[in-house]
């Protein structure tokens, strides 16, 4: 399944790419034959990006998934002024080759969605988290706050967030999109049991992150 989010670009390419195959092999023109191929090269790749497949997030009310596919990059205790003292974060890196759609870690109603303007800086930097363009989502939960930020990386550019401010959103529900490579950190309360460790790769909707005790 393609991620509708991937259309504007898809669509536009394939229009371009066929015509020009048809015309160069037609014409037996080489540059237009190497223009075609790189054409082709670009389109498979965002059809590779802009998959988006079907995920079964486990049962379980006491459950964080994933909100993200890729790498464990960063797993620590910080202040946030939001979630509270001594709360858990955990950061994923995208790579352009991880699925890039993030989703609902757990159900709650959406208290605040900011889009914080910043650096783009490589997403596996750690400093990307404070310092790069973000968008932020908090979800208010019985057992307590939940931040989920998704941020942008050197190539990312565009990030998509569907949380409203008063909506109720779904574990494994549709969060938001961004665009090539990313990042996107998770921070949740103190009383949360962290089941990833650094280097671990988790699947967004299916991996279990945290366990409320």
């Known amino acids: 399944m393609i991620a509708k ?5 898809l669509i536009p390419l394939f229009l ?35 998959r988006d497949p079907k995920r079964v997030p486990p049962m379980g009310e006491n459950l964080i998934i994933s909100p993200a596919d890729g790498k464990v990059v960063k797993v620590t205790e ?6 509270g003292e001594t709360a858990k974060l955990v950061s994923i890196f995208l790579n352009v080759f991880n699925v890039h759609a993030n989703r609902v870690p757990l ?17 596996f930097d750690h400093k990307a988290s404070d310092e790069n363009e973000q968008v932020i989502t ?3 939960h019985i057992s307590g706050k939940y ?10 550019r565009r990030i998509l967030c569907y949380a409203q401010p008063g909506a109720k959103m ?19 309360p103190a ?23």
């Open 147 to 156: 931040k989920i930020k998704q941020i942008a990386g050197l190539i990312a």
């Open 16 to 50: 371009i790419t066929f015509p020009i195959g048809i015309y160069a092999h037609a014409v037996a023109s080489i540059p237009l034959t190497i223009m075609y191929g790189l054409l082709g090269f670009f389109f498979l790749f965002c059809l590779n990006f802009f």
């Open 5 to 9: 989010e991937g259309r504007i670009i």
């Open 107 to 123: 159900d709650g109603i959406v208290t605040k969605v900011e889009k914080k303007p910043g650096k783009f800086l490589a997403a």
């Open 170 to 188: 779904h574990k494994g529900g549709r969060l938001g999109f961004i665009r090539f490579g990313s990042r996107t950190d998770l921070i949740m």
């Open 138 to 140: 908090v979800l208010e």
């Open 191 to 213: 009383q949360v049991d962290v089941q990833v460790a650094v280097g671990q790769k988790v699947t967004g909707g299916e991996t279990v992150i945290g366990k409320i005790s």
């Open 78 to 83: 910080i202040n946030d002024p939001e979630v």
